[in-house]
């Protein structure tokens, strides 16, 4: 296909500790087009910031990608060096974090945070670049005005989101990840932020990423869902499909422990916790916690392999 | 604007301070078992005569007076005459003090510049040869007295290259610059004096190296415990997934932040240092404040010695104001 925007190939990301080695993503592979939006979705500590960290090349030591491609637009991102890499982050792909506030630099004005990515994409000052800054801000419904001289610490938590959304969305890239931009909010924020988001990145027509562990979420606002599990991808599949044709025992599990308005019964969680990473389970990560488990789970690892049109999961019942 | 309000509260609560300091030092020297006239006039005066100088530097009232008066005296500017030299403390201290002063300045300057850029380094290449350079480097300037570092560098230096100068403010065949501030190098520069600057730079380069070599190690922590602690912030984070290139995350979105608790520990140490220069000051026969204390606490000269703490206390308490307004400059959250 020739939209393909971004392709990650047997992605491995290790992070070395004093315990061992954490393998926190293990043959990770996945596709996304342009102008999609693919919602990564999973528990904490399945490697979804990790792989949207990893795409951003912003694994630091102790963590390291020990294998596999990210091609973005024909270049494979872990060959490039610091110099190119730069070239990419910010203008052709961007992020915004889960924490806004303090993933803002405290002792800078809003306005120079911002002005400071305008400038670089398009080659000017930072004071020249204020220009454009108020139009970011007044694209997230902000006061330019104001909201150019506070420093972050007065700014709130969905204001200071809104000041990423606009810095990130301020150069128009390409690809943007959102890591879990709501979860530091409160509910209603929340619904403010997403349609933001949404309302304007149909505008722009960006490739979104958006990382959450809050399936209704990814349910209204992703064309495609992406699950993980313990550093793998368990299932991969448009959001129509995955909700109303769960093929993963892991995927239906989840979606059972949706807690739904009107239902009386007991929520059903899956039972067990997320294997420990530095020594996972053999074969399939999901295995001791899956109802289904068959002998060739605990031995051979499945493959991610379309099971029908579009729809891709990883599990040894389906062959 | 709120920080003149900080500032007046700051000033206020210092006054407070230094009442304390004087009180506590006006009992301290007056406790202590000894005789001032005894040792001013040696032990076999007559009485009379030892009546007399009692008399004549106030120690004959009752010890409240005694200090009621030295408060009114420090109220106008007046910290007693003293026992030793026979002039006003205070011109006393207005000549030595410049001496301290410019020496502090100059290693404080020295160790503000090695320390941050060591700490930097230590911290950017974080377990690579140049951390473990620096930090080996900022440890033997603590570990080595100063006395001592000072001598060595004298026998190198001087003694055995010639390339610098040993003792003394100035060489003795230099003209010394007119007295303005009473620090050679600024008043030299002021006067155009250039054979004087000149002169001066080289011999204080010694004696602020050993200063600031010692007080290196501790700017060098902090700053380094800092960085690594910003380095890891989200924000950094996020100025690296802007595209930042690597100088600009450490120089312009990491040190800012980094530097703020690195503000408070130049402060300390510069009070530090212009508090205990003696021994800098004795190795290399330099004519400052701390000598000039520490020969009053040996001649028992009271006013002398407590003129020299309270005006130790109050330029440490300003050095502390200033570091607060520093704070306020670099972290907008203060200023709230």
């Given at each position: 296909m020739n939209d393909v925007l971004l392709e990650v190939k047997n992605l491995r990301v290790v992070f070395h500790t004093y315990r061992g080695i954490v393998q926190a993503l293990d043959d990770v592979s996945f596709t996304i087009h342009r102008n999609e939006r693919v919602g990564i979705i999973g528990e904490t500590g399945c490697g979804k910031s990790v792989t949207s960290l990893a795409i951003m090349r912003l694994i630091e030591p102790p963590g390291e990608i020990v294998n596999g491609e990210i091609i973005f637009e024909g270049k494979d991102l872990v060959k490039l060096n610091e110099n190119s890499l730069n070239t990419i982050r910010g203008k052709e792909i961007s992020m915004i974090f889960q924490e806004p506030l303090s993933s803002?630099?405290?002792?800078?004005?809003v306005g120079f945070q911002i002005g400071e990515s305008i400038s670089k994409v398009k080659n000017i000052s930072i004071k020249a670049s204020q220009k454009f800054v108020r139009d970011a801000l007044k694209a997230v419904d902000l006061d330019p005005e104001r909201v150019v001289n506070l420093y972050p610490s007065e700014l709130s938590g969905g204001m200071a989101q809104r000041v990423m959304i606009s810095m990130a969305l301020s150069t128009n890239p390409k690809l943007m990840i959102a890591d879990e931009p709501t979860s530091a909010l409160d509910v209603t924020i929340q619904a403010q932020i997403m349609n933001l988001l949404d309302e304007l990145v149909s505008k722009m027509k960006n490739t979104v990423i958006l990382i959450t562990h809050d399936l209704g979420v990814a349910a209204q606002f992703c064309d495609k869902i992406l699950i993980m599990y313990a550093g793998t991808i368990v299932e991969f599949a448009e959001t129509k499909e995955l909700f109303e044709n769960p093929l993963h025992p892991y995927t239906k599990g989840l979606l059972k422990a949706i807690p739904k308005v009107g239902n009386k019964n007991k929520i059903v969680g899956i039972p067990g916790s997320v294997p420990d990473l530095v020594n996972p389970p053999r074969g399939c990560r999901f295995h001791p916690r899956c109802?289904?488990?068959?002998?060739i789970c605990k031995i051979e690892k499945p493959t991610l392999k379309t099971e029908s049109q579009d729809h891709l999961v990883s599990c040894h019942l389906y062959r | 604007m709120k920080l003149g309000n900080y500032i007046i509260k700051r000033s206020l609560l210092m006054l407070l301070v230094m009442f304390g300091v004087v009180a506590i030092v006006f009992a301290i020297v007056h406790v202590i078992p000894a005789d001032p006239v005894g040792a001013l006039l040696g032990g076999n005066a007559p009485p009379a005569v030892v009546d007399r100088m009692k008399e004549q530097l106030g120690l004959n009232k009752p010890l409240f007076i005694q200090f009621i008066d030295y408060i009114w005296g420090v109220i106008h500017g007046n910290l007693g005459?003293?026992?030793?030299?026979?002039?006003p403390v205070v011109q006393d201290i207005m000549e030595y003090f410049p001496v301290t002063l410019q020496l502090s300045i100059v290693a404080i300057f020295i160790s503000i510049i090695l320390g941050i850029f060591l700490g930097i380094f230590s911290a950017v290449y974080r377990n690579k040869w140049i951390d473990h350079f620096s930090r080996i480097f900022s440890i033997l300037g603590v570990s080595m007295p100063v006395f001592w570092t000072g001598l060595i560098l004298l026998l190198v230096f001087?003694?055995?290259?010639?390339?610098l100068p040993g003792t003394g403010q100035l060489s003795l065949f230099v003209i010394p610059p007119e007295?303005?501030?009473?620090m050679i190098l600024v008043d030299s520069l002021l006067t155009g004096n250039w054979e004087a600057f000149w002169n001066g730079l080289r011999h204080i380069i010694l004696p602020a190296a050993v200063l600031g070599y010692a007080a290196t190690a501790s700017i060098a922590r902090i700053t380094r415990a800092s960085m690594l602690d910003v380095l890891t912030q989200d924000y950094i984070r996020t100025a690296k997934a802007k595209g930042m290139s690597k100088k600009v995350v450490i120089y312009r979105h990491a040190l800012k932040n980094a530097l703020i608790p690195v503000v408070t520990i130049i402060g300390l140490t510069f009070g530090g240092l212009l508090e205990g220069a003696v021994l800098t000051e004795t190795v290399f026969g330099l004519p400052g404040l701390g000598r000039y204390i520490v020969n009053a606490l040996l001649n028992l000269d009271y006013p002398a010695i407590m003129g020299g703490t309270l005006f130790i206390a109050l330029i440490y308490s300003l050095v502390n104001l200033s570091v607060d307004l520093i704070y306020a400059m670099l972290d907008p959250r203060m200023r709230a």
């Open positions: 803002l630099n405290p002792v800078m004005k109802p289904f488990a068959m002998e | 005459n003293s026992i030793q030299s026979g002039r001087y003694y055995i290259l010639g390339w007295r303005i501030t009473g």
